[in-house]
C-alpha cells in the first residue's frame, strides 16, 4: 500500500474547450432535432384529422391548439361517403396477391441462384438487382400499352400483374441473402437421409429461413402500398384504385381538397405499415448487406 | 456441381427470369421503340419517324426546363440527405433508451405512401392555412402578410420539392449510413482514441473513408429514387407554377399519359437512361471493389 | 518509462452483481514485463481497459507515472496500446499506420518521418512501409501495430492477447520476438493473456486474476512453486496440480513430483494407486490413477512421468507412489487459501 501520500492529480483540459455540451447532450439535441422534423407532418395529419372544419380554416386560430373541441367528423365522411374503406380492400388484396406471386416465382429463383448455379449464379443475381433500377417511370408509357393489350386496364389485375416486376427482383436479392447465410451442411445432411434436393429446399431450407421470408413478406407489401405512377397511369375509376392513388386524386371536390378526412386517410395508411417496418428493419439491413457483401 | 443441380438450379430460375424478362424487358424496347416512332394513345400502327420526337422534345422549353430540374432537385436532395444522414447515423450508432421509439419515428417518411407523405406536406405548405407559415409569422421571422407562397412561387416551389425529396430519402440513407457504421469493428476508433486522435479527426480521417463503400450505395440508391420519382413532383405542384417544377418522369407523363402522345411520353423519358446507366456502372464498380477488400 | 498503479480499481457493469473488476491494488515496477494472467471473464481485459481510459472505473483510480489519470481519456495518459485484432487502419498505407498518432498529437511535420523511420527499422518492417494493412501477414500486421505504438515514445505499454489471433506455429516466434522487443526498448509493458504457458515465458511478474479478483501477484516461479490458492495452483500448470482430500486439509502436488516409489529418495509421503489410463506423449508419459486403500476415498491422480525412467507401468496395476515431501503443498478446505504443513495418514 503506498500509505496517505497524496499522488498530484494531473491537469484539466484548459478552459477553452470546455464549451462543448457534453457528448451524450449533443446526440440528445440531435435526435430529438431529427424526430421533429421527420415526424411532424404526421403529427399534423392527425390532429389535423381530429379537428372541426370551422376550427380548421380559421387563420386566426392557434392551429396548434384545439380551439372547439375534437371531433370524428372528419373520420366518419372518409368511411361512410368515400370509397376510402374500398381503396383499403383493394390495396391490401391486390397486395396479398403480388405477395404471393413474388414468393411462387421468387423463393425457388433465390435458392437456385444461393445454391446451384456456382459463378454466374453470382452475376445473375446482380444482373437481377439491376433490373430493380429500371423504373416505372421509364417503363409506364409502354406498359399501359401492354396492359391494354391483355385487357386488364382500368382494373386492379393491372397492377397485380405487373407489380412483380419491382418486388420480384428486390425480394430474389434479399432471398438470396437469406439462403446464403443457411448452412449447407442442412441440405446435405437431409439429401444423405433420402430427401432429393427440391425436397430439401421446401422442407428444411423455406422454414428455417421463415423470419427472412416474412421480412421479404412485409417489403414487398410495403413497395406495393407505396407505388403510385402504375396505378395512376392503368387504372382510371375511382372504385377500382389504391390507397396510394385514391386519397390524393380522389378526396377532393372540384379544387377543394377535404384535408381533415384526408389528413385521417394518410395517417391511417401509413401507420400500420410504419409500425411493421420497424420490426422487421434488422432484419431487412442484415439481409441486405449480406447480399452486397458476399 | 451435379449434372442434376444445374438442371434443377435452372428450372427453379427460368419462370422469375421469364417473368422479369418478359414484363420488363419488353416493355424496355417498346419505350426505345416508342420513343423513335409515332405512337399515340389512340393509334394503331406504327411507324418509324426517326429523331423527330427527340428534336421536338428537345425544342420544347418546357422539356428542357424539367431536364435541368431534374439534376437540380436530385443533387440538392442528395447533398442534404447525404450530410443529414451522416449525422444522424452517429447519434443512433450507440444504443440509449427510447431509441426504437425514434427509430420508428423516423422512419415514417420512408415507409409512408409517398403520395401520402407528399399530400400531408401539400396541406403544411398551403398556401392559405400552412402551419409551417403560422409558426414563421408567430416567431417574427416573416411579416404576417408577407408569408412564403411554398408552392406558388417558382424559386420556392422548387426549394419545396427538394425539401420533400430529403425529408423522404432521409430514413433510407440514414438506416444504410448505420449498417456501415456498426460494421466497422470497435477496436478501430479506440485505436485512434489512444493514438491520441480527438473527434472530428476520428471521423474524418477513420470513420468516413473506411465508409465509402456504404455511402456510396446510399448515395445511388439516392439518386436514382429521387430522378426517377414524378411522384412528389406531381401531388405538391402538377409541375407548376409555370411548369417551373416539372422533372423528366412528370413532364414524360403529362405529355404522354395526359396529352396522349405516347411517344413524345417515351422520348422524355428516354432521357432517364443515361443517368440510370451510370448508376448502374458506378454500383458496380464499388460491389466489385468491396468484394476485393 | 513509468509506474503503472491501481487503487481499489472496481468496475461494476450491472448493479447489485459481482463486478467484472473487484478492489484491485496493483503496481508495475519501472521497465517491469507485467502479465495479467487468468480465464475469460476474469475481468483481465477490463481491467487493461481501465488503465488504458477505455472503460470508467465504478470506483477507484489509476495512476501513472505519479499522476492521477483516472479521468482522463486515453490520449491524455502517455501510453499505447496493441489490441487483439491489432485494429491497424484498413484504408491507409502501413507509413500513414505509423505517423497517424503522430499527426494527431501534432508533432511538427519535419520529425515525422524520421521517427516513422525509426519505429519501422526497429521492427524490421521498413520495406513494407507502402503496403496496406491486407496485404501483410498476421506476424507482419503485429509488427507495424507495435511500430504505432512505439512511435509515440509511450511511458507504458498495453497489450491485449497480441497472440491470439495467429496460428500455433507463429506464436512462438512472434512470442521471442516481443520478448526481444521488450529487452530492447525496456519500456513498462502489461499484457494481457489466457494463456499460461505464454505468461509464465514472457512475464517478470504475473497478476493471476479470477473474477476480478487478484488471487496472487508473483514472479513464474513463485506463483508456480508457491501458489496462494487453489485456483492459482490449478490454473497454472498442465496438466494441472493435484488436489487430494485429507479430511482437514487439501493436499496439492504437481504431476512432475508424483513419481514411482521406487525413484523418490528423502522424505516423502507414499500412496498406492491403481493406473487407470496411460498417455505415451514421446517426451513423456502421463497415467492416469485412482488411490488405493485410502481413507479419503479413490480419488483421481496424474502424474507425469519422463521417459528417461524406463519403469514398465500398465494399465490395471496397483502402483506405488511416492511424492517429495517439499513438493507437497496444503490449502484449506474451505476458500483454498494456503495452509499450514501437518501430519498426513491417508489409510
Redesign the interface.
Known amino acids: 500500500m503506498t500509505g496517505s501520500r497524496r499522488a498530484p492529480r494531473a491537469r484539466r483540459a484548459p478552459r477553452a474547450w470546455r464549451f462543448r455540451l457534453p457528448p451524450g447532450l449533443w446526440r440528445w439535441v440531435i435526435v430529438l432535432a431529427f424526430a421533429v422534423l421527420l415526424a411532424f407532418p404526421f403529427l399534423w395529419m392527425a390532429i389535423t384529422s381530429f379537428k372541426q372544419t370551422t376550427d380548421l380554416y380559421n387563420i386566426k386560430n392557434n392551429p396548434f391548439l384545439f380551439n372547439l373541441p375534437p371531433t370524428l367528423d372528419h373520420l366518419r365522411l372518409l368511411f361512410n361517403e368515400t370509397l376510402f374503406l374500398r381503396w383499403l380492400l383493394n390495396t391490401a388484396g391486390a397486395g396479398a396477391l403480388v405477395v404471393l406471386i413474388t414468393l411462387l416465382l421468387g423463393l425457388p429463383a433465390a435458392y437456385a441462384l444461393a445454391r446451384l448455379t456456382g459463378r454466374w449464379g453470382q452475376r445473375l443475381g446482380i444482373g437481377i438487382f439491376l433490373t430493380y433500377l429500371i423504373p416505372p417511370t421509364l417503363l409506364f408509357i409502354p406498359m399501359s400499352r401492354v396492359v391494354a393489350l391483355l385487357g386488364l386496364q382500368d382494373s386492379l389485375w393491372s397492377i397485380i400483374v405487373v407489380y412483380p416486376t419491382f418486388t420480384l427482383p428486390f425480394s430474389i436479392w434479399l432471398l438470396m441473402g437469406f439462403f446464403k447465410s443457411v448452412p449447407r451442411e442442412l441440405e446435405d445432411a437431409a439429401m444423405v437421409d433420402g430427401l432429393t434436393r427440391f425436397q430439401a429446399f421446401v422442407q428444411l431450407v423455406i422454414p428455417v429461413s421463415l423470419s427472412g421470408i416474412l421480412t421479404v413478406v412485409i417489403f414487398s407489401f410495403t413497395l406495393v402500398t407505396q407505388e403510385f405512377v402504375y396505378a395512376l397511369t392503368f387504372i382510371s375509376s375511382a372504385k377500382n384504385q389504391t390507397v396510394s392513388v385514391g386519397v390524393p386524386i380522389y378526396l377532393v371536390r372540384g379544387d377543394v381538397y377535404y384535408w381533415g378526412s384526408l389528413m385521417a386517410a394518410c395517417l391511417i395508411a401509413s401507420l400500420p405499415v410504419a409500425v411493421m417496418y420497424n420490426l422487421f428493419l434488422d432484419r431487412f439491413v442484415a439481409g441486405f448487406t449480406v447480399g452486397a457483401v458476399k | 456441381m451435379r449434372q442434376h443441380d444445374r438442371w434443377l438450379g435452372a428450372a427453379m430460375f427460368v419462370p422469375a427470369l421469364l417473368y422479369i424478362a418478359g414484363l420488363v424487358g419488353v416493355p424496355l424496347i417498346l419505350a426505345f421503340l416508342y420513343s423513335v416512332g409515332d405512337v399515340t394513345v389512340g393509334s394503331v400502327g406504327y411507324h418509324f419517324v426517326g429523331l423527330a420526337n427527340f428534336r421536338s422534345v428537345l425544342e420544347s422549353a418546357a422539356f428542357r426546363g424539367a431536364l435541368v430540374h431534374s439534376f437540380i432537385f436530385t443533387i440538392g436532395a442528395q447533398l442534404i440527405v447525404i450530410v443529414g444522414a451522416n449525422i444522424l447515423a452517429l447519434a443512433l450508432r450507440h444504443p440509449f433508451r427510447g431509441r426504437g421509439l425514434v427509430r420508428l419515428l423516423m422512419l415514417l417518411p420512408w415507409v409512408a405512401p409517398i403520395s401520402l407523405g407528399a399530400i400531408g406536406w401539400k396541406w403544411m405548405l398551403d398556401s392559405i392555412y400552412s402551419v409551417v407559415n403560422w409558426a414563421l409569422v408567430r416567431l417574427h421571422l416573416v411579416k404576417p402578410f408577407d408569408a412564403p407562397m411554398w408552392l406558388g412561387e417558382p424559386k420556392l416551389a422548387m426549394l419545396s420539392v427538394i425539401l420533400v425529396h430529403a425529408w423522404r430519402m432521409l430514413p433510407f440513407s440514414t438506416v444504410i449510413l448505420l449498417a456501415g457504421l456498426t460494421a466497422i469493428p470497435r477496436d478501430i476508433p479506440e485505436a485512434a482514441a489512444v493514438d491520441g486522435a480527438g473527434f472530428w479527426r476520428t471521423h474524418f480521417e477513420i470513420t468516413l473513408p473506411m465508409m465509402k463503400p456504404i455511402i456510396a450505395v446510399a448515395l445511388l440508391f439516392g439518386i436514382v429514387f429521387t430522378f426517377t420519382d414524378m411522384t412528389v413532383v406531381y401531388i405538391l405542384t402538377r409541375g407548376g407554377p409555370y411548369d417551373s417544377t416539372h422533372v423528366l418522369p412528370s413532364y414524360a407523363f403529362f405529355a404522354g399519359i395526359l396529352g396522349g402522345s405516347l411517344a413524345e411520353g417515351a422520348a422524355v423519358s428516354v432521357f432517364l437512361v443515361p443517368i440510370l446507366v451510370l448508376v448502374a456502372w458506378a454500383m458496380l464498380r464499388v460491389a466489385h471493389r468491396t468484394e476485393v477488400v | 518509462m513509468a509506474i503503472v498503479?491501481t487503487?481499489d480499481l472496481t468496475k461494476v457493469f450491472k448493479q447489485g452483481q459481482l463486478g467484472a473488476v473487484n478492489d484491485v491494488?496493483l503496481?508495475t515496477r519501472e521497465g517491469e514485463f507485467m502479465v495479467f494472467l487468468g480465464p475469460s471473464g476474469s475481468g483481465k481485459t477490463t481491467l487493461l481497459r481501465m488503465i488504458?481510459?477505455?472503460e470508467e472505473p465504478t470506483r477507484g483510480d489509476v495512476?501513472i507515472g505519479?499522476?492521477?489519470?483516472t479521468r482522463?481519456?486515453?490520449?491524455?495518459r502517455r501510453?499505447?496500446?496493441v489490441?487483439?485484432?491489432y485494429?491497424l487502419?484498413?484504408?491507409l498505407s502501413v507509413y500513414k499506420n505509423i505517423v497517424?498518432?503522430l499527426r494527431?498529437?501534432r508533432v511538427p511535420k519535419e520529425l515525422r518521418r524520421p521517427k516513422v523511420e525509426w519505429a519501422a527499422a526497429l521492427l524490421g518492417i521498413g520495406e513494407l512501409l507502402e503496403r496496406k494493412p491486407?496485404e501483410l501477414s498476421g506476424g507482419e500486421r503485429q509488427r507495424v501495430a507495435l511500430a504505432?505504438a512505439i512511435v509515440?515514445e509511450p511511458s507504458v505499454f498495453l497489450l491485449d492477447e497480441p497472440l491470439s489471433n495467429l496460428d500455433a506455429k507463429l506464436r512462438a516466434s512472434a512470442r521471442e520476438e516481443l520478448t526481444q522487443f521488450h529487452k530492447r526498448i525496456g519500456t513498462t509493458t502489461i499484457y494481457v493473456t489466457h494463456d499460461q504457458v505464454e505468461a509464465m515465458a514472457m512475464g517478470d511478474r504475473i497478476v493471476v486474476l479470477d473474477k476480478g479478483i487478484v488471487r496472487q501477484v508473483g514472479s513464474p516461479r513463485e506463483v508456480y512453486d508457491d501458489p496462494a490458492d487453489t485456483f492459482v495452483a490449478t490454473f497454472l500448470g498442465s496438466p494441472p496440480m493435484n488436489l487430494v482430500d485429507h479430511g482437514d486439509v487439501l493436499v496439492g502436488f504437481r504431476p512432475e513430483h508424483l513419481l514411482p516409489a521406487a525413484l523418490v529418495d528423502g522424505p516423502a509421503v507414499a500412496l498406492t494407486a491403481r493406473v487407470t489410463g496411460v498417455e505415451y506423449l514421446g517426451n513423456e508419459r502421463v497415467l492416469y490413477a485412482r488411490i488405493q486403500d485410502g481413507r479419503f476415498g479413490e480419488q483421481r491422480l496424474i502424474a507425469r512421468l519422463p521417459s528417461i525412467y524406463q519403469v514398465e507401468v500398465d494399465e490395471g496395476e496397483v502402483v506405488p507412489l511416492a511424492i517429495p515431501e517439499r513438493n507437497l503443498r496444503y490449502f484449506a478446505k474451505n476458500g483454498g487459501r494456503r495452509a499450514e504443513p501437518r501430519q498426513l495418514a491417508w489409510a
Do not use: C, D
Open positions: 498503479e487503487r491494488n503496481a488504458a481510459g477505455l495512476l505519479g499522476r492521477v489519470v482522463l481519456p486515453p490520449r491524455e501510453i499505447a496500446m489490441f487483439q485484432s485494429a487502419y484498413p484504408h497517424f498518432p494527431a498529437q491486407r504505432r509515440r
